[in-house]
């Protein structure tokens, strides 16, 4: 019994301390109580379908029906790019993603280009913009997105204000016309500032419609919005 709690006060010791130097927090303890009920939530949600499912019938994550896919070139356009990491999921980083479509061996591909965002104001871009793509979609619209690794400026970075290494992949998302809205999860790890497990984290990404006020950013398929700026 004594060695059991001791590998379980190992452990929790463990997770705290990797909790509070992603979040940069104060006060640690209240911190790690947090993190393990949002940690708890999404998983529920993951399980139950929530957190990456069903079509919302604009674009949303969950195939969209056979020939749903847009003309090439008919959805580009602008998107506000959302990455929640399941460890403080209302405070994602934020890109503009330019989103372009082409015919390819029949169906359609798409690319897109990052351009990292401001966390402090979500709306001044940092950073080098990069390119990520093709990518193929399936006749009823979802895709895999396996992106290379990426480097996000610490001033983008809502989460620690340190530089972020990444490697993720886009997954349950679909692409149908007139995919104003799309969503998914991400898989994935990153390298720094920690060695992490990106799993049970989700993306969102929504068109800018009007380029002069970027919408208010949501970070699930379910459009849970993210906390507002302090």
């Given at each position: 019994?004594?060695?059991?709690?001791?590998?379980?006060?190992?452990?929790?010791?463990?997770?705290?301390?990797?909790?509070?130097?992603?979040?940069?927090?104060?006060?640690?303890?209240?911190?790690?109580?947090?993190?393990?009920?949002?940690?708890?939530?999404?998983?529920?949600?993951?399980?139950?379908?929530?957190?990456?499912?069903g079509?919302?019938?604009?674009?949303?994550?969950?195939?969209?029906g056979?020939?749903?896919?847009?003309?090439?070139?008919?959805?580009?356009?602008?998107?506000?790019?959302?990455?929640?990491a399941?460890?403080?999921?209302?405070?994602?980083?934020?890109?503009?993603?330019s989103?372009?479509?082409?015919?390819?061996?029949?169906?359609?591909?798409?690319?897109?280009?990052?351009?990292?965002?401001?966390?402090?104001?979500?709306?001044t871009?940092?950073?080098?913009?990069?390119?990520?793509?093709?990518?193929?979609?399936?006749?009823?619209?979802?895709?895999t997105?396996?992106?290379?690794?990426?480097?996000?400026?610490?001033?983008?970075?809502?989460?620690?204000?340190?530089?972020?290494?990444?490697?993720?992949?886009?997954?349950?998302?679909?692409?149908?016309?007139?995919?104003?809205?799309?969503?998914?999860?991400?898989t994935?790890?990153?390298?720094?500032?920690?060695?992490?497990?990106?799993?049970?984290?989700?993306?969102?990404?929504?068109?800018?419609?009007?380029?002069?006020?970027?919408?208010?950013?949501?970070?699930?398929?379910?459009?849970?919005?993210?906390?507002?700026?302090?």
């Amino acid at each position: 019994m004594l060695f059991s709690r001791t590998i379980r006060t190992t452990l929790a010791s463990a997770a705290l301390t990797t909790a509070a130097l992603l979040i940069g927090c104060a006060d640690p303890e209240g911190r790690y109580d947090d993190f393990e009920a949002r940690d708890t939530t999404i998983r529920e949600d993951q399980s139950s379908g929530e957190g990456g499912g069903g079509s919302d019938g604009n674009g949303g994550a969950g195939g969209g029906g056979d020939n749903c896919l847009p003309e090439a070139g008919a959805v580009d356009g602008d998107f506000l790019f959302s990455l929640s990491a399941y460890l403080n999921p209302r405070a994602p980083i934020l890109f503009v993603a330019s989103l372009t479509t082409e015919a390819s061996d029949g169906g359609l591909s798409f690319s897109l280009t990052f351009q990292p965002l401001v966390a402090a104001d979500r709306e001044t871009p940092t950073g080098e913009p990069f390119d990520v793509g093709p990518f193929e979609l399936s006749a009823d619209g979802t895709f895999t997105a396996q992106l290379p690794t990426l480097v996000v400026p610490g001033d983008a970075n809502s989460i620690s204000g340190s530089e972020l290494e990444a490697t993720i992949t886009l997954t349950g998302g679909s692409l149908c016309a007139p995919a104003d809205f799309i969503c998914g999860v991400i898989t994935g790890t990153t390298a720094r500032p920690l060695p992490l497990n990106l799993k049970n984290s989700t993306f969102a990404m929504e068109r800018i419609a009007d380029p002069s006020g970027y919408p208010a950013p949501v970070i699930n398929c379910k459009r849970d919005p993210a906390n507002p700026l302090e």
